[in-house]
Structure formats: structure tokens, C-alpha cells
């Protein structure tokens, strides 16, 4: 066995692991409190894409590219405000309406706003794929073996570091702050945590801000990653993600990241060993089998049946 | 909202402040992703500020929002449709804008239109009179009389269709069957009716599983792939009828169903959705992939059309052994007996799913079905097995789905995993759930008003999506339990049915 080879699929897998985890967060605290798919979520994600490439095309024009830091600041700064609106104005628009009524009603509504979420932007950016140069260049060889270099990038460490320290934040935030509080309040029981003077519109509003905040970190990090993006990427990385949160437990935070980290590890062991083509059929394949033998995921807590 | 709130008036500047408050958030949400286009160009990707389109939006958004606040505090409704005319003109002026315009400051179009021609003038004042009619007629004077009234105008309209059923049904079928006769000669009438009828059928189908059995499927899509290959694959390599291939078609479909879903349906709702989801990707993937087999992306061409049951053919070179349809029936050959023999099948292979699905509600397994829906704990306590209860309407909806398949290859003589989408999954799901659930007739109504009205507007490509999900969404705010919306057991204990609708219209 091919030790080198093994160690880069391995810090392969744990970065695209790190971008489904920070997507599948939003999946995992929306579910949790209202118990619904957000299934726009992952078009939220393609939003944040779009805004950091736009924020750095802005930057280019002013100037100030040159700047790295500044400018990826900036792109994170603004991708994470002006995404969080859009997961705010997703929530107001097709789902607040519809709480407490029929449960499929909210999800043909989450389709419908994802269905116009990815036409809005393919009508107004453009379906054209949209490349964006290398910001961050080169990396670190971790080992030579005799044929094969084991290469760490710099982008790949910023993934890593920066999915690190905004689990370990919102970690913090959702077990010691008053908000955490009362998004946890909400998720046992809505009305009595309503009742005991919790402000339930907002504390949804808020997790569906916290969570469009992540995807849109998860966005720009595909964005510089990848180099490309187009308005249909959200898609089949929605699904992955949700295939993440259920995975490591729907409703539970570190899970999602477990379920993130696991996926993203799979998908690029499969394509890295075995065919590059069926690695979505492998992904599905083992949610498939834990839903069978664990269908609670794999950090959450079984759900007793009430009668 | 509640009239004990209607006499406390907002002030103006709290009404100010939420105007502002919406127009930051509306100024926010525009300002890249509309406001900044990136542009394809040599050298890389620039930008092309469209200041314009992020007024618009912030103006749309305003007026909006006002119609609302007015709705709210009671305000008559003639201002009210007012507001909403405006919203909308202003939402058209941003479409229209986004298209061609390369002057950002150019006058708004919808005045060129005002003031141009005598046919543009007649059109605009025409299109503002059709807004603000269904904006005048859709609000609801805010005053707790009126609201009981149109209560209960739809409550009688709902009695008047629950009494009727059978005619409505019935009128359906016969306008149905004579649409041919009618536009006999208008070749995209046909074709757009047969679509929207295989849209009704696979609706149908996918009633069996999620109307009747409630179990949530967003992988419909996989049977459909399922079926259409399968008579696409057998027709070319063993040169079967297409006669011969839709059963088989069917059958295939079901056991592929009962395949998908022995391991998944002991889970439950949202679990269910998403491995059925993941199915119908890892079907479109095989598709794509398996190159050897399915062809890969490029699909597969020239699929057999379907013979007159197997006594004549269609095409106006009939070969050697048998003779063509005009021969046989005595009249000329005309290139509109296929389309209109295509029509009529999918109606019928319609009608049958129909009928199989109104007989199976009153055996033991459609009972057995609803009664799984609204209680499983109870199901299983009275001995009904939820697995193999679940599995049936699994594979008889699948089964219809494959049927389906199986017409839509031999209609389109093409085809390839492009067809195949998620998006068809959710188009067919948004019709069951948008016709009310269970309700035989609203899937009918849902199919019409979704894949009818947006291929009338072909001309709209590029928005048709975009309306079609916007459309989505209204519908589900407006009406969350589907148009025709009665989900009820078929049977209820100690209660006629008569008696049943009169107890509900009260």
C-alpha cells in the first residue's frame, strides 16, 4: 500500500469533509428547531459562492487585491452578511407563513424556493461557468515517496482552520449564550418555550441566519478552492450536506461536522481507489446503510416513539 | 391576524421605520447579486454595474411591503390593488431589464410601452387592468362579517364539489376524450396535452405512495427512468413490441421498487424523502455512466413508435408484411393519426391508473393504506404489517411510473438521463401535494396549472422556472393543503357520507 498516496486523499477528503460540514450545520440546526428540510439551503450556499467572487471582483477593481488578508476578510465579511439576509429573507418569505401548517406544505415550499433561488441567479449572473484565478498559491510537501509528492496546500490548511475555529465559536455560542439558550428552548417545545417569554420568530430567524452564514463560509471556500463556480453547484452539494446531517445524527452540531467530515473523507477515498464517477452512488449507499442500522445518525439520540 | 388588533393603528413613523427597515434589507439582498453582473471577457471576468435593477427592486420591495402595512390596518382595498399594480409593474421592468439593456439610464420601459403605439397602449392598460383586478378581488376587506361570508362561499363551493364528484369527474373525462376532435388539426395542442396527461398519470401513480399511503418520495423520478429504459433497451436489442414491453416496462418498474424499498420504509417521513431522493440520483448516475448499456449521456435514439395494436403502422412508408394506418381505417395517411393514437393511449393508461387507484381505496390493502397515514402505531396494534402495507403502494406506484416511462420513450423516440432529473421528481410531487393530496381530481387541476400554462409561455424560456418555482411557493402560502384540498379516510365509522360533508360545511 501506497502510504503517500493514502495521506493526500486523506487531507483531500478532510477538506472537502470540512466545506459539507459547514453546510450540513444550517441543515442540522434548522431541522432541529422547526423540523423541517431547508431545502434551499443548499442554493443559500451558491449564493455565498456568487457574493464572494463578486466581493473579490470588486476588489480587483478598487484596487486593493494586491492586499491578500484585506481582501479575504472582506470576502468573508461581506459573503457572510449579505448570505445571511438571504437565508433570513428565505425564512420570512416561504417558511414563517407556513409553521405549524402541513408538513409537506413547508417542503414544496423550500423546493419552490430553491427551484427560484438557482433561476434568479442563473438569470441575473449569467449560466456561464465562473472562473476565478488562484489567490492562494502553493502549499507544503508533508513527504516524498518514490513517485508521488504529498502536497498540503495553503487553501487547504485555511479550510481547515477556518471550519475549525467557526465550529469551535458557534460550539461555544449554542452551549453558553443566552441565544443558545433559547434555540435549544425552542427545539424541546416551541410553544412552552414561547411561553416563558422566549422570542420564538427571532430565535428561528437567528438560526437561520447562523446557519446561512456558515454555507456562505462554505461558498467562499469552494469558491477560492475550486476556482469555479456556476449557479447549479448547490444543488447536489445540498444534498450531500443533508445526506451529512443525517449521517452524523440530524439535530445534533458535532454530528454534522462528523457526518461532513465522514462523506467528504468517502467521496474522495472512492475516487481516489475505486471510480471517480459512482462516488455520489457510494456516498448514498452508506446513508442508505445507516439509516437501516442506525437511523437516529450516528451522534444523535434515538426518538422514542409517543403514542 | 386577529381583528382585536384592528383598531390599533401603527404610527406613521413606525410605519416609516419598517419601510426603511425593508428597504435595507432589500437594498442588501440586491445590491451584488443583481446589481453587479459578472461579464465574460478574455482577460478574465469584470463587472457591469446595473444600478437601475437594485432601485427597482428596492422600490418593488417598498411598494410591496406598503400594500401590505394598508392591508394590515384595514385600509380599503382599492388602494391596496393599487400598491400591488405597482409592485408587479415594477417587478416586469426589472425582468424586462435584465434582457437587453445596455442604456442603465434609459426610461423606464413600461412608460415607452405607455406611450408608443396604439396596440402597446391597449396591451399595457390591458395587462395593469388583469393585476389589479386579481389584486382587487383576492384582498379581503378587512372587517370580521366579510371574512365569515367568503368563508363560507368556500366552504359552499367545497360541498358543491364534494356532492359532485362523479360529474366533475365524469365532465373531465369527456372533454378529455373529445379534445381531439376539437383540435383535431393543431399539432401543439395535441402535444402539449399529451404532456400534460403524462404528467397527470405519473401524478396519479405517485398519489398511490404519497396521497394515499403518506409515505413522502422525492425519487419518483427513478421508476420513470426505470420504465422508459427498459422498453427503450428491449425494443432495440430483442426487438420486442411495444405492446409486449409495457407490461414489462410495468413490472420492471415494481420490482425495482420493491427492491428500492424493502431496506427503506421502515423509515420514517423526512428519512424516507431523502434516501428516496438519493435513489433517484445513483439511477440518473448508472444512466450517465453505464455507457455500455444506456449510452451514456447521449441517451438512446430512435426508439421504436408504437404500432396500431400490432395491425398497422403509423409512418408513411409502411414496411414490407404489413399495412398502414390510413389503408387500414380507409382514409388518407396524415402525419396527425400517431400523434393523436398517442394522445388517446396516455389517456387511457391514464384513466386505467385512475381507476385502479379508486378500486384498490375500497379493498382491504387501499384501507389498509390510509389507515397507515393516519395512525401507524394503531396499524400496527390491529395486526396490519406497516413493511409489506408500505412495500405494496411502493411497488404499484412504481409500477404506474414505469408505464409512464415506457409511453414517454416511445412518444419522444429519444431518450437520455437529461430527462431524468431531480427536477421531474419535485414538478411531480408539487403536483400531487399542490392538488390536494389524495384528491384524484386536484392532480388533474395541479398538472394543467403547472406544466399546461408554463409551456403556453415558451416564448418566457429563461423565467419560466423562475415563475414556475415563485409559483410554488405562492400557491403553498395561499392554499397549504393543496387546491382541492379534503383529505379525509374514505370511510369514517357511524357516519354516512352525506351526512359527513353536511357536518364539515358547517
Redesign the interface.
Known amino acids: 500500500m501506497d502510504w503517500a498516496y493514502f495521506l493526500q486523499q486523506l487531507i483531500n477528503g478532510l477538506t472537502l469533509g470540512a466545506i459539507y460540514g459547514l453546510i450540513a450545520i444550517g441543515y442540522t440546526m434548522v431541522y432541529g428547531i422547526i423540523g423541517m428540510i431547508n431545502f434551499a439551503h443548499g442554493e443559500i450556499y451558491m449564493i455565498g459562492a456568487f457574493h464572494s467572487l463578486i466581493t473579490f471582483l470588486i476588489c480587483q477593481a478598487a484596487g486593493i487585491s494586491g492586499i491578500l488578508p484585506l481582501t479575504l476578510l472582506l470576502m468573508l465579511f461581506v459573503s457572510m452578511v449579505l448570505t445571511s439576509i438571504y437565508g433570513w429573507g428565505v425564512e420570512r418569505v416561504a417558511y414563517r407563513p407556513l409553521r405549524g401548517s402541513f408538513r409537506l406544505a413547508a417542503l414544496i415550499s423550500a423546493i419552490g424556493m430553491s427551484i427560484f433561488l438557482q433561476n434568479f441567479v442563473q438569470i441575473s449572473q449569467g449560466a456561464r461557468v465562473k472562473p476565478m484565478q488562484p489567490l492562494i498559491e502553493g502549499g507544503i510537501t508533508m513527504m516524498k515517496s518514490a513517485n508521488f509528492d504529498v502536497q498540503l496546500s495553503y487553501m487547504q490548511i485555511i479550510i481547515i482552520v477556518l471550519t475549525f475555529v467557526l465550529m469551535v465559536v458557534f460550539s461555544t455560542l449554542i452551549a453558553k449564550t443566552s441565544l443558545g439558550r433559547a434555540q435549544r428552548a425552542c427545539e424541546q417545545d416551541r410553544t412552552m418555550a414561547g411561553l416563558l417569554g422566549v422570542n420564538v420568530d427571532r430565535t428561528i430567524s437567528t438560526t437561520f441566519v447562523m446557519g446561512a452564514a456558515l454555507a456562505s463560509v462554505a461558498g467562499m471556500m469552494v469558491t477560492l478552492y475550486y476556482g469555479v463556480i456556476d449557479f447549479y453547484i448547490g444543488f447536489l452539494a445540498g444534498v450531500k450536506a443533508f445526506t451529512a446531517a443525517v449521517l452524523g445524527g440530524i439535530g445534533s452540531l458535532p454530528g454534522a461536522m462528523l457526518g461532513g467530515l465522514l462523506i467528504g473523507l468517502i467521496e474522495a477515498f472512492w475516487s481516489g481507489y475505486l471510480t471517480i464517477e459512482y462516488k455520489d452512488v457510494a456516498t448514498f449507499g452508506i446513508l442508505v446503510l445507516v439509516l437501516i442500522f442506525r437511523p437516529w445518525g450516528l451522534l444523535g439520540k434515538p426518538e422514542v416513539e409517543k403514542v | 391576524m386577529s381583528s382585536a388588533f384592528a383598531s390599533s393603528r401603527t404610527s406613521g413613523s413606525e410605519i416609516v421605520k419598517e419601510l426603511a427597515f425593508f428597504a435595507v ?1 432589500a437594498l ?2 440586491s ?4 446589481g ?3 461579464v ?1 471577457r478574455p482577460t ?4 457591469a454595474v446595473r444600478w437601475d ?1 437594485v432601485l427597482i427592486a428596492i422600490g418593488s420591495t417598498v411598494i410591496g411591503r406598503l400594500a401590505l402595512i394598508v392591508r394590515r390596518e384595514g385600509i380599503s382595498r382599492l388602494v391596496q390593488a393599487l400598491m400591488i399594480t405597482l409592485a408587479a409593474v415594477c417587478v416586469f421592468e426589472m425582468f424586462v431589464r ?1 434582457r437587453d439593456m445596455d442604456d442603465r439610464w434609459a426610461s423606464p420601459v413600461v412608460l415607452d410601452m405607455a406611450v408608443g403605439s396604439f396596440t402597446s397602449i391597449v396591451v399595457t392598460v390591458c395587462f395593469l387592468a388583469i393585476v389589479f383586478a386579481i389584486a382587487y378581488f383576492s384582498m379581503k376587506e378587512k372587517s370580521a362579517v366579510v371574512v365569515d361570508e367568503s368563508t363560507k362561499i368556500s366552504s359552499k363551493i367545497q360541498v358543491a364539489y364534494r356532492s359532485n364528484t362523479k360529474k366533475i369527474g365524469l365532465i373531465g373525462i369527456i372533454f378529455f376524450f373529445i379534445f381531439p376532435l376539437i383540435f383535431g388539426e393543431n399539432r401543439s395542442a395535441i402535444d402539449l396535452a399529451t404532456l400534460v396527461m403524462i404528467y397527470i398519470m405519473l401524478g396519479w401513480g405517485l398519489n398511490i405512495v ?1 396521497g394515499l399511503a403518506g409515505l ?1 418520495d422525492l425519487g419518483y423520478v427513478a421508476f420513470y427512468a426505470v420504465g422508459a429504459y427498459s422498453y427503450a433497451l428491449l425494443s432495440q436489442n430483442f426487438d420486442l413490441s411495444f405492446w409486449l414491453c409495457l407490461p414489462l416496462a410495468g413490472i420492471f418498474a415494481a420490482s425495482f421498487g420493491i427492491v428500492l424499498g424493502f ?2 420504509l ?6 424516507l ?3 428516496t ?3 433517484g ?2 439511477i440518473r ?2 444512466l ?2 453505464w455507457y455500455d448499456l444506456t449510452g451514456g449521456p447521449d441517451g438512446i435514439s430512435s426508439i421504436e413508435r408504437p404500432s396500431f395494436f400490432g395491425l398497422a403502422e403509423f409512418s408513411r412508408r409502411v414496411p414490407e408484411g404489413s399495412i398502414g394506418f390510413g389503408d387500414l381505417m380507409g382514409i388518407e395517411y396524415s402525419s396527425m393519426h400517431r400523434l393523436i393514437f398517442l394522445y388517446y393511449l396516455i389517456l387511457i393508461l391514464a384513466l386505467v391508473t385512475n381507476f385502479v387507484t379508486m378500486r384498490l381505496r375500497k379493498l382491504p390493502i387501499g384501507r389498509a393504506w390510509e389507515a397507515l397515514r393516519e395512525d401507524e ?1 394503531a396499524c400496527r396494534s390491529l395486526g396490519i404489517n406497516p413493511t409489506n402495507t408500505k412495500l405494496s403502494a411502493f411497488a404499484i406506484g412504481a409500477m404506474f411510473g414505469g408505464f409512464a416511462g415506457a409511453f414517454f420513450a416511445t412518444r419522444q423516440g429519444f431518450i437520455s438521463p437529461e430527462s431524468f432529473t ?2 421531474e421528481s ?1 414538478v411531480i ?2 403536483i400531487v ?2 392538488g390536494g ?1 389524495g384528491s384524484q381530481i386536484g392532480v388533474v387541476l395541479a398538472a394543467v396549472v403547472m406544466i399546461g400554462f408554463p409551456e403556453m409561455f415558451r416564448e418566457l424560456a ?2 419560466r ?2 415563475i ?6 405562492a400557491i ?2 395561499w392554499r ?2 393543496g387546491l382541492l384540498s379534503f383529505r379525509d379516510p374514505t370511510i369514517l365509522l357511524n357516519m354516512s357520507k352525506k351526512e359527513k360533508v353536511a357536518g364539515e360545511a358547517k
Open positions: 434589507i442588501l439582498m445590491v451584488m447579486i443583481l453587479v453582473e459578472t465574460d478574465g471576468l469584470e463587472l435593477l435584465f404519497v413522502l431496506p427503506v421502515r423509515l420514517r417521513g423526512d428519512y424523502a431523502i434516501v431522493l438519493g435513489f440520483e445513483i448516475v448508472i450517465i455512466n402505531i431531480f427536477l419535485a410531487l408539487a401535494v399542490m393530496m429563461e423565467y422556472m423562475l414556475f418555482g415563485a409559483g410554488m411557493v403553498m402560502l397549504p393543503r
